[in-house]
């Protein structure tokens, strides 16, 4: 099992920019992916930005593509997700989660640990 907890939610005004954490402990060295979602109050989680741990191969949600940036330190065993040009449609509980098992990693049931999630609010 691997253990994860995000940091770096806040409150922003519309256009700017947020960088949220996520640290991984325990059985890190069976993590295939990490990825980060989001889940707006009254809406389904959705898949927003993933990378493969070791190839580095990213996968973006189509809103979010150019305006947020994913990333990974082995060494660290931390991911990040740095949003720019936020917007308002964007607030929403955002949760890190790591995979174990090769496949997919676009979809919340591709990934088998997940963190408590950090609120950003996106202000207009």
């Known amino acids: 099992q691997v253990q994860l907890v995000e940091s770096g939610g806040g409150l922003v005004q519309a256009g700017g920019s947020l960088r949220l954490s996520c640290a991984a402990s325990?059985?890190?060295?069976?993590?295939?992916?990490i990825g980060w979602f989001r889940q707006a109050p009254g809406k389904e989680r959705e898949f927003v930005a993933s990378i493969r741990w070791y190839s580095g191969i990213i996968y973006y949600a189509d809103s979010v593509k150019g305006r947020f940036t994913i990333s990974r330190d082995n060494a660290k065993n931390t991911g990040t997700l740095q949003m720019s040009s936020l917007k308002p449609e964007d607030t929403a509980l955002y949760y890190c989660?790591?995979?174990?098992?090769?496949?997919?990693?676009?979809?919340?049931?591709?990934?088998?640990?997940w963190g408590q999630g950090t609120q950003v609010t996106v202000s207009t």
């Open positions: 325990g059985r890190t060295l069976t993590i295939h992916a």
């Open positions: 989660a790591t995979a174990s098992v090769w496949g997919p990693t676009t979809s919340s049931r591709d990934f088998d640990s």
